[in-house]
């Protein structure tokens, strides 16, 4: 692929240094909060200490393959697929579905994640603790982060918490929304025509690129430029970009800000 010289305000970046930043901060804000992140580790670990032990023996390792991933886990296994659907089936019940606002402007508060709920220290000594999952949202409507606990096995919902200010890392699909509208920006000239320059075809929507996004804030630690103030209060994100299977464009100085679906630039 022939190399990006025109500077545009999204211009390719070349380097092994920004492409190393951006993947250290693509598995910061996609990895689940938690037990994602937790397994793989673990499993790491344990290849290496199979590797160590055939390095002392000379006989061949053996490990094993993961365990068939069944309906229902046990104590503090993580979620399965069928209690991660069966946790976002009983959390979404009518009146919370028919309430809020998407990052689309559609009906229904923006799904961000599920994960398995704590236990009290009385529960984590049972012998058979409860299952129960936290499934978080975003409510646009009014810029409110909600986590529901819903218990598994009695398919209720045992408690919400409604959170201002807050801000987790953005989802899968408001990362692509952010993209979707500095595609549509005017201040995306940059970004469209690098993708041009890059491709030889027109950029039309996020699924051209691969792309990772970081919330950004403006707080007492970041004060950023006036025109950003609402940042932290709304939901906004920056983004880093890259053709898929091609070169990274920068365009880290733009700000989307989800909550009113407008983009800044920075200085």
Excluded at 35 to 44: K, L, N
Aim: aromatic share 4%; net charge negative.
């Amino acid at each position: 692929m022939r190399i990006v010289n025109r500077r545009h305000l999204g211009k390719a970046v070349a380097g092994a240094a920004v492409a190393a930043t951006a993947t250290a901060v693509m598995v910061a804000v996609t990895l689940p909060g938690g037990a994602s992140g937790d397994t793989g580790t673990e499993r790491t670990a344990a290849r290496g200490s199979a590797a160590e032990q055939d390095d002392r023996t000379g006989r061949p390792a053996v490990v094993e393959s993961a365990p068939r991933e069944g309906a229902e886990g046990a104590g503090r296994d993580p979620l399965t697929e069928d209690e991660l659907e069966r946790a976002e089936r009983i959390a979404l019940t009518r009146t919370f579905r028919d309430s809020g606002e998407d990052v689309h402007g559609k009906p229904g508060p923006q799904e961000l994640a599920a994960d398995l709920a704590e236990l009290s220290p009385e529960e984590a000594t049972a012998a058979d603790p409860p299952r129960r999952a936290e499934v978080r949202y975003y409510d646009y409507e009014d810029d409110t982060y909600i986590t529901r606990t819903v218990d598994l096995d009695s398919g209720k919902v045992e408690r919400t918490d409604t959170q201002r200010g807050v801000q987790p890392p953005p989802s899968g699909d408001e990362v692509r929304e952010a993209a979707r509208l500095v595609i549509a920006d005017p201040l995306g000239e940059g970004l469209r025509k690098d993708f041009l320059d890059a491709t030889g075809r027109k950029l039309t929507g996020p699924e051209q690129l691969t792309v990772t996004g970081f919330v950004y804030r403006v707080d007492e630690e970041n004060p950023g430029p006036e025109r950003l103030a609402e940042c932290g209060e709304h939901r906004c994100v920056r983004l880093f970009t890259r053709v898929v299977n091609g070169p990274w464009i920068d365009t880290r100085q733009l700000v989307i800000d989800l909550s009113d679906r407008s983009v800044a630039r920075l200085g």
